[in-house]
Each structure stands twice: as structure tokens, then as C-alpha cells.
RNA sequence: GCCGAUGUGGCGGAAUUGGCAGACGCACAUGACUCAAAAUCAUGCGGGAAACCAUGUGGGUUCGAGUCCCACCAUCGGUACCA
């Protein structure tokens, strides 16, 4: 009676479809759970090996939750806009709404094929105009707001896509996608401004269970950063020079000014410039290079001084000169910095290139907290004797331990009541003010491509940009052959003039509609909203499931969407809270990130490689158990793993031992004297386990009582009930069919998770490691409430340990209760 | 450079969070079954003859350290003239 893996698998998810059994319950009295994968693209490649560790891991749990009595929503769709598609239609002429319509197809078989939970009957797809009428009301709503504008500005542009690309997706100056260089280019463009968002989206992390390295990686990315701005005096004019900087305390040490090379001061004094021609070179010559020319391999710093023109330190009134250098931006701060050589290292470079003085205006503290040795202290007392700056051979930037000196009124400080002091000071002198700074920068949403949603907006040239009104929305994307992109990188919906033309909703004057759409981030921006009640067609969900499903309660993904997809979403759901559309501030209770599956060789799956591992020949060969179960055993669910056919092997093994079990089955309603502690301890380390993603463990633990019920050759019904259910999340195809075989009436899936006894954990009789000094010499039986004089006797009495401490005198006897025992000896 | 991980047998990895290091699986070896092979089952499997030595390296704390502290090294991921 072998295990025909294929028969029964069909079997199962041909009743679970047919039946919808795990379709969420719009009973709003149950307690809910709400678990969420990320959705996938439908590349042409079909479902990839990455995929099914996320959707099983969540799939346990959901499964798991739904045995404990929650009303769960485990969801599917399809992130379906998007460039893939698009390349696919121009080169070989095919709409991408017939390829993405395969494609999904392609993935729903597969999905359906490995047997995940999900509730197949809210299935999204952001290419459905009743679902991307909602994107394009959000994005309306988001104009309204302010928070959508127009904006002429250098954005990067794939030379490849040709398209203009958000900043998260230029890896090392190439195309994220594509891998083609990015230039910058002027281009009128939609932006989002995230930027006002930035510090909630820190702040707010505070109240959410996320991954820690995700908070981190969301906190770095919007980089916030504080200090002041201040202005400095540009000599013979009424003019400042406004810059801002994390140091003030370092003020009295600025030796000159540095302006970054688009910086509008060059324009605005080209008359008072004496070496106008020169300045210039440098501002052109540094405008044809790209960010990642710019920032390439910590290049050596280059400038030019701004000759005629003098800056007027404000707090000592030195005249100190201005430079112009591209290592300062001009998208940070204000374009332009004070520069301190003595305390910031890229100031030090610049000057020692360009032999600026260097004046030291913070000293090591040696009367702090830390420990030093003496010879430590000697050297700074040695280096504080030569106030020598120009010896300085680098710079001292530490933050913790610095005091000023040289800085008048601030000297004796330590740097952070420095700083304290300097910035009340030029509050209180209008000098400037404090000032917070965020790395983060608008979201550039324009897309010049076709395969997106249009954006909804209409340009009158009396009334300017007006949206489509609400009611007319969908706006739909026209049906058209020719795909490649237009003149100048514009959008391929810049050549349906039919579709342009329309009427400004306005004023009712011939106006134009905007040809862009938007990027593939907006569809996955809010799709779990519609998870929620995903055939209303009066609004984005009602308000009764948003109350009650929301918020998502674990959301799992890939890191690499930490800084795009995961930020992009808060940002977009902190919006709709604004707007009372959305019940919480945050759309995710819990996320956390699964590791990549590499190639059997231990290298990133790849074509070119020829490493890549296709889902449907495992299932075909091992079934959809046997993949689930290798998937969650081949280590830390957080941790990268290899691919591994050997280990796979071993699972379906595994699984067909389970399988044989039946043919050692015997009767009993409740667990064997036997195996009682077993039971126990392994539910509850499962029920545990599963919750902490501790997925390999679970199935460790499966293997282990596996092996103890085939050595005792027999296992009683109770037993074989509860390890069938624990196992039913890994391996729920097996084990409905076993259940079913075993003459149970209700499916296993609709059973209540087996619960355990704590006291039943653990064994009546314990065994104690013994140890002399810390080293293991035996163990011994003992009971599991034994006392210390008892245990004492029962060490005493062994031989091993009466030989190891012969001769020698019984310093201590140290028993931890069901632990450990350990006898020092001299 | 900065931020975040990780480092344990031939391999993937366990270790109740300070208490028997190497669970479980793979690979390998031997045996049973078989004419034979595969499959299956059984046994063994860090090093060392042993005392002992072993969790990236070197120190430390502790009765006791893979786990805690200090200083390094290596690998991976993120980020980078962000003032």
C-alpha cells in the first residue's frame, strides 16, 4: 500500500476548491487573523522555488490559526503591471494583457498544485480596471491633498527602460531591473511627498512588531539627521550663505565654505566671480557626470575656489573663502556646508588637497568614563601639548568624548552640551535655527511606459492640472499595438491622440490627459485593503472589513522590499488614515522576511547559471508534501539555504514512514503510559515553534517521534490522531487522507489543535549530567522533584565520579534543580 | 567607512537562552533481504590508542560559556562624499 502522492494530492485540492474550505468567514463576531504574502508578479518563468517558502510558511501558520478557531484571511493576487510584460509585448507583438492573463493562469495552477490555504475567491489583480480604479482614487486623493505635484527636475533615467526611476531603484548607479546605466535628466514629473511623512514613518515603527534589521534598514534609508542651519555672512553683500550642519559646535573650526556645484549663489554673483571661467568649467564638467560617476569608488575630492567672493564666519567674524566642489550635494541640506578639516573627514581631505588650514577646536576628554591604560593617556597628553593642527593626521570626529577648545565661549564642553549651547546661541542671535534633515526624497511616480495605470489627471491650459472626476474612474488604459516607447523617452500613450483628447473637467475647454502612468509600486501600495472586501464597487473596501480585518496581523516578504514596496505602503496607508479612510495608523502589525533559496552550488539561482530548480518538477517527482516539508526543514526559515535533491529525498522519506504508520496502528483513546511525555513536549514545542517560524525544528521534532513509533513498532490511535494534526499545516494533503483512511468523519482541517499539560512534559524520571570542575563524568537516574542530600548520596555512590575526585578535597557541590550537578574540587 | 546578519562534523543544521555540544536530515560505511541492483530495514558515523581536545581567532567573567563581556578575523546583505 505505497503513498501515491499524485492521485491523493488531486483529491484534496480538488474538494478544497470545490468546497472553498478555506475561505474566510464574513462573520464579524469570530476572532480574525489576517496573514498576508506578498503578491506575485506573473513573470513568464511561472512560480520560482523562492516563492513557496514564504506562502508555506504563512500557510502553516494559517492553518495552524484556523485549527485554534480563528477566522482566517489568507489571501492571493496578482502584482501584474509591470515591465517584464511590457518588453515581452514590443518584441514579439503580443498585448501584455493576453501574456499576463497566461501567466496568471500559469501561477494559479501552480499555487492551486502545492495546496496552500489561500481563499481563492477574493483573488486580486492590479490590472483589473475595478481594482486600479481604487490606485488612481487614491492617487486623486493624494493631489487633493498636496501630497501628488508636478515637478520639473533632474530624475534618473534607465537608458535601458527608458524611464525615470524612483531613487530605490538605481542600485550603483545601473537600472534596478535592467542593469543599464542611469543618467540624469530634466523631465517633468509626478511626485509623491513622502518626505512629510518621513518622521512618522520613524517614529511610528515604535508600535509594530517588525524584524529588527527591517526597522533598521527603514530607519537608515530615511536617514534623519539633526543639527541647525545657519547663515553665514557673504562679505560686501546683504547676501548669507545658508548652510546646514550636524557639528555647530565645530563652528569656530570652519576654515572655509564649500557650495555644491548647482548651487544658485554662482549665478546670482557671476559678476563679482573673478575666475567666472573657471568656475564654470568645473560646474559643467561635474554636470555631465552621473550620481554613480560622482560617488564612484571614494574618488579624490576635486573644487575650485569661488575667488571674490568671502563668507563671514558668524560667530568669530573670520573672512573665510568659498569653494565650489561636487562632493557636496545639492539635494541634501541646503547645497551647501560649512567645512571643519579638523573634525569631519571629508573636509580633511578636501583641505589637505588643497593646503586649507586646519584648526583643531575639539580635544579627547581623558577625564571621562572609559578605561584607558596609562600609555593611551600619556599619548593624548602628548598630542594635546602640540597644538598642532597641521600634524593632525586625521581627523577627530568622535562625538562621545570630545571638548571644545578654541571656540570661545564654548570651551570646556562636552560636544553634545556644545552643540546645546551653539545652537541656542544662534537662535537667540538669528543666525539660523535648529534643523532636522532627511536623506529620504519624494517618490518620483511617473512612468513613461504603457503596461501601468494611467494617471488620472487632465492638463487645461487655463485651469492647469485638474484629476478625472471619481465618477468617471476607472480611467481605463486604452488598447493599443504599438508599445515602444515615444520621442524623447515619453510615455507609448503619448501617440493615442484619440485618447488624449478630452475636456477639462473643469472649465470644459479642450484639454489634454496626462500619458504617464505609474509606477509598479502603486498597485502593491494598498492591496491588502482590498483583500478585505475585494467586490465592492462603491469603495476600496467597506468600512465594517477594514474594522475588522485590519490590521494585517503578519505580513511575510523579501528584504528587498524594506526600503521600496514596505515603505511605500505605510506611506500610502498613513494617508488614507489621514483622510479617515483606514481605521489604523499602521497596515502592518508584523512582518517578517524569509531568506533566499540559492542553487545547489550554493550561487544565486540564475539562468546563465544553470542552477535554477522549477517547482513542477519537484512536485512532479516528490509531490507537494514532500517540497513543503524540505522547504521549512533546510534550515532557519530567516536564513539563506541551498538547494539541496538529496535532502529533498530524505523528506519524502520521511513522509512515507508517516504513511507506513498506519500499518503499526493499534487502539487506544488516549496516549500510552509510553509515549504520554512525548506527546505532550512535542505538541508543545510545535505550537510554539510554528509562531516563532521555527518551522525546521517542527519538522525535526516530526521526524524524531517518527522514529520512536516505528522502534516500538506500534502507535495508538490518540497518538497517531495528534501527530497527523500537527503535521496537517506541513503536509495537508497526507495527512487528510491518512485521517480519512483512519475512519475519521470530519476533514483534519476542520479539527481544533490538540492542546498539552505542561506537568505532562515533563518525565517523572530525569537524568542528571555530573561533572567534576565543569567537565562532564557521568550521569545518573533520578527522580524529577530529587533533593540535593538525596542526589548527593546517588553521586557519591557512583564509581566514576568516587575515582575523578579521589584524593582531592570537595570544595562546593552545586545542583541546579533537574539541571545539572557539579562538584569543585582542589 | 557606517548599519545589520552570520561563523558549530564531509554537508544542511540542533542546543529548553548560561547547564550532557553535534538533535534531526543528507552523504558515507557495514550488515539483513535479493541471483543481482534499486528500494526498504538494522547498526555505526567530530578528532584521538587514551588521558583528553574540539563551536572563526585571542583574552576575560563563571562552579560551568557555542551562548555573556572585551579585542580581532572572515563571509554575506544593506548603504554610502547625506555635512
New binding site residues.
Given amino acids: 500500500m505505497a503513498y501515491n502522492f499524485k492521485e491523493v494530492e488531486e483529491k484534496w485540492q480538488k474538494k478544497w476548491e470545490d468546497e472553498g474550505t478555506f475561505n474566510a468567514k464574513d462573520d464579524y463576531t469570530l476572532p480574525k487573523w489576517f496573514g498576508l504574502i506578498e503578491f506575485p508578479y506573473p513573470s513568464g518563468q511561472g512560480l520560482h522555488v523562492g516563492h513557496p517558502r514564504s506562502y508555506t510558511a504563512l500557510d502553516i501558520i494559517a492553518r495552524k490559526k484556523r485549527m485554534q478557531g480563528y477566522n482566517v484571511l489568507y489571501p492571493i493576487g496578482f502584482d501584474a503591471f509591470g515591465l517584464p510584460a511590457e518588453n515581452y509585448a514590443i518584441k514579439n507583438h503580443i498585448h501584455p494583457k493576453i501574456t499576463t492573463e497566461q501567466n496568471v493562469n500559469h501561477f494559479r495552477q501552480q499555487l492551486k498544485s502545492l495546496g496552500f490555504s489561500f481563499d481563492w475567491s477574493r483573488e486580486i489583480n492590479t490590472t483589473d480596471p475595478n481594482y486600479y480604479k481604487w490606485t488612481q482614487w487614491i492617487f486623486i486623493q493624494l493631489y487633493k491633498k498636496g501630497l501628488a505635484y508636478k515637478a520639473t527636475m533632474p530624475i534618473n533615467f534607465c537608458t535601458g527602460c527608458k524611464v525615470g526611476l524612483a ?2 531603484e538605481v ?2 548607479g545601473v537600472c534596478e531591473r535592467c542593469g543599464s546605466p542611469v543618467v540624469q535628466k530634466e523631465k517633468s514629473q509626478w511626485m509623491l511627498k513622502i518626505t512629510e511623512y518621513a518622521q512618522r514613518l520613524i517614529d511610528d515603527l515604535d508600535d509594530i512588531d517588525f524584524l ?2 527591517i526597522k ?2 527603514q530607519k ?2 530615511i ?1 534623519r ?1 539633526e ?1 541647525a542651519e545657519v547663515n553665514f555672512k557673504i562679505k560686501g553683500t546683504e547676501d548669507n550663505l545658508l ?5 555647530p559646535d565645530t563652528i569656530f573650526g570652519a576654515t572655509y565654505m564649500v557650495v ?1 556645484p548647482e548651487h544658485p549663489l554662482i549665478e546670482k554673483y557671476k559678476d563679482k566671480i573673478e575666475n567666472l571661467e573657471e568656475v564654470n568649467k568645473y560646474k559643467q564638467k561635474a554636470a555631465t557626470k552621473s ?1 554613480f560617476e ?2 564612484e569608488l ?5 573644487g575650485v575656489e569661488i575667488k571674490g567672493l568671502k563668507a563671514i564666519n558668524p560667530v568669530s567674524n573670520e573672512e573665510i573663502p568659498i569653494w565650489i566642489s ?12 560649512m567645512a ?1 578639516p579638523a573634525h ?1 573627514e ?1 573636509d580633511f ?1 578636501f583641505a589637505k588637497k588643497f593646503n586649507l588650514p586646519i584648526k583643531q577646536v575639539i580635544k579627547e576628554d581623558i577625564n571621562d568614563n572609559k578605561e584607558r591604560t596609562s600609555q593611551e593617556k600619556l599619548e593624548i597628553e602628548f598630542n594635546a601639548l602640540f597644538d598642532n593642527p597641521d600634524g593632525i593626521e586625521k581627523p577627530y570626529t568622535d562625538i562621545e568624548n570630545g571638548i571644545s577648545i578654541n571656540s570661545g565661549f564654548l570651551d570646556g564642553l562636552k560636544t553634545k552640551d556644545a552643540i546645546k549651547k551653539i545652537i541656542d546661541y544662534i537662535e537667540e542671535n538669528k543666525l539660523g535655527e535648529r534643523k532636522v ?1 532627511y ?1 529620504l526624497r519624494d517618490w518620483v511616480f511617473s512612468r513613461q511606459r504603457y503596461w501601468g495605470e494611467p494617471i488620472p489627471m487632465i492638463y487645461c491650459e487655463d485651469c492647469g492640472w485638474v484629476p478625472v472626476p471619481e465618477e468617471e474612474l476607472p480611467l481605463k488604459l486604452p488598447d493599443i499595438e504599438d508599445y515602444e516607447p515615444g520621442e524623447n523617452g515619453e510615455s507609448p500613450l503619448a501617440k493615442q491622440t484619440e485618447w488624449i483628447k478630452t475636456k477639462c473637467p473643469h472649465c470644459g475647454k479642450e484639454a489634454r490627459r496626462e500619458t504617464d502612468t505609474m509606477p509598479q509600486w502603486a498597485g502593491s501600495s494598498w492591496y491588502y485593503l482590498r483583500y478585505m472586501d475585494p467586490h465592492n464597487d462603491k469603495e476600496f473596501a467597506s468600512k465594517e472589513a477594514l474594522e475588522y480585518w485590519s490590521p494585517v496581523d503578519w505580513y511575510n516578504g523579501g ?2 522590499h ?2 521600496l514596496h514596505l515603505l511605500y505602503s505605510r506611506f500610502w496607508h498613513k494617508f488614507l488614515y489621514d483622510i479617515g479612510k483606514v481605521p489604523t495608523k499602521e497596515p502592518y502589525q508584523k512582518r517578517t522576511s524569509h531568506g533566499m533559496i540559492l542553487g545547489g552550488n550554493g550561487e544565486k539561482m540564475s539562468k546563465s547559471k544553470g542552477n535554477v530548480i522549477n517547482p513542477d518538477d519537484i512536485v512532479k517527482e516528490f509531490g507537494a508534501d514532500s517540497f513543503r516539508v524540505y522547504e521549512m ?4 526559515f530567516d ?4 538547494w ?1 535533491m ?2 529533498i ?3 519524502s ?2 513522509l ?2 508517516v504513511w ?1 504508520m498506519q500499518e503499526i496502528l493499534v487502539d487506544g483513546d488516549t496516549y500510552s503510559k509510553e509515549f504520554e511525555s512525548m506527546m505532550h513536549k512535542a505538541i508543545k514545542k510545535v505550537t510554539n515553534d510554528v509562531e516563532e517560524m ?1 518551522f ?2 517542527c ?2 521534532t516530526f ?2 517521534m517518527v ?1 520512536e513509533f ?2 516500538a513498532k506500534k502507535i495508538n490511535r490518540a497518538e497517531y490522531k495528534t501527530f497527523l494534526q500537527l503535521l496537517n499545516p506541513f503536509a495537508p494533503h497526507m495527512t487528510e487522507e491518512i485521517w480519512s483512511r483512519i475512519g475519521e468523519k470530519t476533514e483534519i482541517a476542520k479539527t481544533l489543535w490538540p492542546s498539552y499539560d505542561e506537568t505532562k512534559t515533563i518525565d517523572d524520571e530525569i ?1 542528571i ?1 555530573v ?1 567534576v ?4 563524568k557521568a ?1 545518573v537516574k533520578v527522580a524529577k522533584d530529587v533533593e540535593q542530600e538525596e542526589i548527593d548520596k546517588i553521586v557519591d555512590e557512583n564509581e566514576v565520579i568516587a575515582k ?1 575526585i579521589e584524593g582531592k578535597t570537595v570544595v ?1 557541590r ?1 545542583y ?1 534543580k533537574g ?2 550537578y ?1 562538584i ?1 574540587i582542589k
Fill in positions: 531613487n530605490e542600485v550603483n529588527d534589521k533598521a534598514q537608515n534609508w536617514g539627521s543639527g548652510i546646514y550642519t550636524t557639528r555644491a550620481d560622482r560617488s571614494n574618488k579624490e575630492k576635486t561636487d562632493y557636496v550635494l545639492i539635494t541634501y541640506g541646503t547645497g551647501a556646508i571643519v569631519d571629508r581631505e534633515n536623506k528584504m528587498e524594506t526600503t526543514f533546510m534550515g532557519p536564513q539563506t539555504a541551498p539541496s538529496e535532502s529525498r530524505g523528506c522519506k520521511f512515507d514512514r507506513s521555527k525546521n525544528t519538522v525535526s521526524m524524531t522514529n516505528t522502534k537524568e549530567p561533572q570542575n565543569g567537565k562532564l550521569t575523578a562546593k552545586i541546579v539541571k545539572i557539579n569543585v
